[in-house]
């Protein structure tokens, strides 16, 4: 395992270790969330502790089945005690950038329907400026290049996403674009702009959503709140 693998796995255990008996928990998606959900099978067999999970991603809610986490959905459920996931950029206000693995609507849902947001992610993540990270953002199949266009006058050159070099589907049946912006002077007046182009879905900035932020590093694991 390599030295960034090994601190996902750090942090995503931490957090699973910060899960109390009862807790229905939000499962993001991603490598790092992996581990979490790994961690958290394990504690429900070792300490006997109950929870249920809700997850962002089918793919999540395979790993979820794999280590005997429970889940629950939002028939049943309406709000949940705590939602922990990856992230791919995070600034020093806690502002997100998310969906490299294209779940950001439902990551989304599960994060606004949290009482407490908790982000894991290795050093690397953290960042002084949004924007590096190309934004992604789920858009209706149908006009997406007029969509795409209407995201290019805020100021990138959207990309739709490919997966086997066809526009790749979300769970949801949408396309992403990674929007390359560089640099986000403002993500929440970015954020604004994006939610007012008809034929898009949601955004990955998550804006004024993370309570905590979970750092892996050379260091260790540090455990910053807002
Ligand atoms: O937003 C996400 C998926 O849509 C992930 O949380 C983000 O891409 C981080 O992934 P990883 O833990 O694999 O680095």
Redesign the pocket.
Known sequence: MNTQDQL?KTVGEKAASLVQDGMKVGL???????WLVRALGERMKQEGIHIEGIP??IQTGEWANEFGVPLTDFATTKELDVTI????EVDPNFQL????????FR?KIIAQAAEKLII???AS?MVKQLGAYAL?VEILPFAWERTAYEIEKLGCVPVLRLKDGEPLITDNGNYIVDCPFEKIEDPVDLDQKLQKIVGVIET?LFIDMADSVIVGGSEGVTMKEK
Do not use: R
């Open positions: 996902k993001g998606s991603g490598s790092t969330v992996y962002s991603s996931d990856g992230s791919d950038i998310k969906g490299g693995g294209a779940a950001l990551e894991i992610v290795d993540k992604p990955g």
